[in-house]
């Protein structure tokens, strides 16, 4: 069974960066989808990125589009998300989570295990 560590997370003020890993044990880790999603107080669950088995292709939720950057080092099992220019509505628990790759990688339904979560919180 995969089991996923996230870290990185950290208070933080608006316009800083942040680097965010998620270490993968107990799989297959390189022929998975990785996969990044966030949830604020009383929201949904919210798509961040993912990055396919192979690292060669990348998808972004809107709101993270340009500033927000997802790689992966398959020989560590580590997946990382690089947060630019974070703004105070980038606060969030930031979870990473795995799927074997199959239909859309924009629902949270499609992901078979999930880290516990990171807390990321900037400040204005």
């Known amino acids: 069974q995969v089991q996923l560590v996230e870290s990185g997370g950290g208070l933080v003020q608006a316009g800083d960066s942040l680097r965010l890993s998620c270490a993968a044990s107990?799989?297959?880790?390189?022929?998975?989808?990785m996969g990044w999603f966030r949830q604020a107080p009383g929201k949904e669950r919210e798509f961040v990125a993912m990055?396919?088995?192979?690292?060669?292709?990348?998808n972004y939720g809107d709101s993270v589009k340009g500033r927000f950057t997802i790689s992966r080092d398959n020989a560590k099992n580590t997946v990382y998300l690089q947060m630019n220019s974070l703004k105070p509505e980038d606060t969030a628990v930031y979870y990473c989570?795995?799927?074997?790759?199959?239909?859309?990688?924009?629902?949270?339904?499609?992901?078979?295990?999930w880290g516990q979560g990171t807390q990321v919180t900037v400040s204005s």
């Open positions: 989570a795995v799927r074997t790759p199959r239909g859309s990688p924009w629902y949270a339904s499609s992901y078979d295990y």
């Open positions: 107990g799989g297959t880790f390189r022929w998975l989808d």
């Open positions: 990055i396919n088995s192979r690292g060669l292709i990348t």
